[in-house]
């Protein structure tokens, strides 16, 4: 892709979706918009948006493709049980309902893995508050409705956790217990741009922030720049959890301490 066609796509997504590039890494982002056009069917990117003013589908499409939808339930299983055995026991010392944020959830998997665990920790469901955002408003559809699941991407579940909160349906979709879906808020929502989301209104900031796999497709400028407002979402004391392969060089520089790779606490004032 040369420099003018990368222009002009940066200059009309964001007019369009508010999807900044300027924040994501270019090389990379250049050659993943560069085999989507290809697979389009159209010839240049001009050709791609005047075909978007019919099939408004479309653009939904390179959001979703841009968003890069991979997930999986307890991705990473030694993360999450440092995040069952270490981390949430702390953040229920003195909070016993806690307000938590998947922010990047692509289709689910992720805040149903927290439902399941908060509710296998507290035995509860109704005590804590999730709140699920992605900008792909196809994955989030697809996670509001709990499903499907296809039995390869449940397979990595323990089969007591499957068995316990998911459903097969026809032999082969599984669906989330309703009880997990009625605990997790979905809101479509852009984490560079958009004002966040606060657990409810007139509550204090996040306890745990989950914002897995996502930082590592941003330039360092974005990095620091989503850290600093990831921080600010976090009350004193609360959790950012990152991807195995994310580390924040500069935590310190905005406010956070690592606890163990892929954990960091907003410093206590």
């Known amino acids: 892709m040369d420099d003018y066609a990368y222009t002009y796509l940066r200059l009309k997504l964001r007019k369009l979706t508010g999807i900044d590039l300027d924040h994501y890494k270019s090389a990379q982002v250049q050659r993943r918009m560069q085999a989507f056009l290809e697979q389009s069917g159209c010839p240049h990117w001009p050709a791609f948006f005047r075909a978007c003013e019919g099939e408004p589908r479309r653009l939904d499409n390179l959001c979703g493709y841009l968003g890069i939808n991979v997930s999986a339930f307890f991705r990473d299983p030694e993360k999450w049980r440092y995040l069952q055995e270490a981390i949430v026991p702390h953040l229920l010392r003195g909070h016993p309902a806690l307000r938590v944020w998947s922010a990047g959830c692509s289709r689910g998997q992720e805040p149903y893995s927290l439902a399941m665990l908060l509710a296998e920790a507290t035995h509860l469901y109704n005590r804590h508050t999730i709140v699920a955002t992605d900008i792909d408003g196809q994955a989030l559809a697809a996670a509001r409705a709990g499903g499907p699941y296809l039995v390869a991407e449940v397979e990595p579940l323990p089969a007591p956790l499957r068995d316990r909160y998911l459903t097969l349906e026809g032999g082969r979709y599984w669906f989330t217990d309703p009880r997990l879906k009625r605990k997790i808020r979905f809101c479509e929502h852009n984490l560079l741009a958009d004002p966040f989301v606060p657990p409810e209104p007139g509550t ?52 956070l301490e690592s606890l163990e790779m892929s954990f960091y606490r907003r410093v206590e004032e």
């Open 204 to 255: 204090d900031p996040y306890d745990l922030i989950v914002c897995r796999n996502v930082l590592i497709y941003f330039t360092p400028a974005g990095k620091r720049h989503l850290t600093e407002r990831l921080h600010s979402m976090l009350r004193p004391g609360g959790v950012l959890f990152v991807g195995s392969t994310e580390i924040l060089a500069q935590a310190d520089g905005v406010g």
